[in-house]
């Protein structure tokens, strides 16, 4: 693998402000300990990767930043979760306006089932943007900024069903971008998509990082590789737990692993 | 590779599936017999006064318009009643409620709920609607009545329909910000609606072929005239059906039979309609 070619595109963010921060969190399913004593801070306006083998609390772990593992039954979490230093699992924090500033887009593409246009205006609407002029605006912006604009704008009132998986995926982006968050969480993005739409959805990624933060849950070396600036590598324990194992910038991490067990990792020994 | 236990395999594979085609025609046997034999023996008394025009002679001449009315007020005063309540509680039970006692036993009695034989519903309306809310013989107090028995079914059906959308679907909805109920208004219901609907017209139909407990609560033999307010008595097709064939000396069995045939197409009607709007929206789904 020509790592120093690949990670060209990586930024230094050193310099960028905290946007998200975990200060010791534990995250258990019932008795189940799903990820131990996590503690980083994410950069804003830069890509940052979870990479890591599979179960071992990736997911878990950006879902943090949305509350959406509250939907799960039995789901508690120790410790600080911070948004620009407020903490997220205080109990006067509104979760629905928190997930309006940290939006997700999933593993599946999960287009609702309805036309282009209303997929985007789903959000703005149930935040009470009613006006179709205002709507329009914003469904040509959050389809430009998603690069899904020259695929769609003639097939407004189609089923967002029709559209190819690629295109769904970044419809499904757009649809975030309609809310103005500032805060994307994208789990495995890609992992239904081919290398095309895969690369296509990097390359949006890298223009989208200039104005909000993001992170990424990967199971593509390569992926965080090219597309990230900060990586952070999550492994099992014995008792299956996710505990963090390494943190910096994606360049550090991938040609000067400090712990033996990313290089491992990295190298395709394990995982 | 022994031929002789491929041969024998196979026999026994024959046996069986001449089994199971010999037992799916007994099952359907009867229905078909019983189709035809009331439209063989009824179509000669389907005429246009029939349909149109009030009894006289006890039933044993003129028409059954009262007994079709009354049957599809009743059928119409059941889903008043039975899907709103219905559909709320299908979205309690699916997206509100914690698993815990209290739920288990609401899904205990609802199962249960299916189970009890139509008479006791008939007495329950008596004792609750005629009596204790002095609803009188009505039918309004039929169409409550029928509504509980129908709540088993809306209730399942609207929970199935909901349960059935995607989670796919709510998490994108709630990872934008909307809220839980915006998700379910805005999300969940409408594509649950088919499933809903097509419960809620199987709920009518099975309405619409009661007897026993609309015979306690309303239901009248003969009247003159239509009901004209919720709270009047009225005809309907089953109890007229029960009533003519039982009960009147000297009855034409073509018009029992005539009878038997308008209600099979009321309720059979209701059943084909279900399963067009379950299809068109399973079609939709598909082609979208």
Known sequence: MKMNSILSNNKAVGQNETKLRTEAVSLYYGNFQALRNISLEIPERAITAIIGPSGCGKSSFIRLFNRMNDLIIGARVKGQVELDGIPIYDTTIDVVELRKRVGMVFQKPNPFPMSVFENVAFGPRRHGINKIGELEEIIKRSLHQAALWDDVKDKLGQSALSLSGGQQQRLCIARVLAVEPEVILMDEPCSALDPVATLKIEDLMRNLAQKYTIIIVTHNMQQAARASDMSAFFMMEEDRAGVLVEYGPTSELFTNPKDKRTEDYITGRFG | ?288
């Open chain 2, 1 to 288: 590779m022994r031929a002789g236990a491929i041969s024998k395999r196979q026999l026994s594979q024959r046996t069986a599936f001449s089994l199971l085609i010999i037992a799916t025609i007994i099952v359907i046997v009867p229905v078909l017999v019983i189709v035809l034999q009331i439209i063989i023996n009824g179509a000669s008394a389907i005429s246009w006064e029939f349909l149109t025009q009030e009894p006289s002679q006890a039933g044993k001449a003129g028409g059954i318009l009262p007994a079709i009315v009354g049957t599809f007020y009743l059928m119409l005063g059941t889903i008043v009643f039975a899907l709103p309540l219905g559909v709320m509680a299908g979205i309690y039970l699916t997206e509100y409620a914690k698993e815990n006692w209290f739920t288990r036993s609401i899904n205990l009695a609802i199962i249960n709920l299916a189970g009890v034989p139509s008479i006791v519903y008939g007495l329950f309306g008596l004792g609750v609607f005629v009596l204790l809310f002095h609803f009188g013989m009505s039918l309004l107090s039929a169409s409550l009545t029928l509504a509980c028995q129908a709540l088993a079914m809306t209730v399942t059906t609207s929970r199935e329909a909901i349960l059935a959308v995607p989670r796919e679907y709510r998490e994108g909805s709630l990872a934008i910000g909307a809220t839980r109920w915006q998700t379910i208004r805005h999300l969940v219901l409408p594509q649950a609606l088919p499933g809903i609907i097509t419960g809620a017209v199987l709920a009518m139909s099975r309405a619409a072929g009661e007897t026993a407990p609309i015979l306690v609560v309303g239901a009248a033999f003969l009247l003159p005239g239509l009901p004209q307010s919720p709270f009047d008595q009225f005809m309907a097709l089953p109890y007229h059906l029960y009533t003519v064939a039982a009960h009147v000396p000297g009855m034409p069995k073509s018009t029992v039979w005539g009878v038997a045939l308008v209600l099979l197409v009321v309720v059979l009607s209701f059943n084909v309609l279900a399963t067009i709007i379950r299809l068109r929206a399973r079609q939709r789904r598909f082609n979208a």
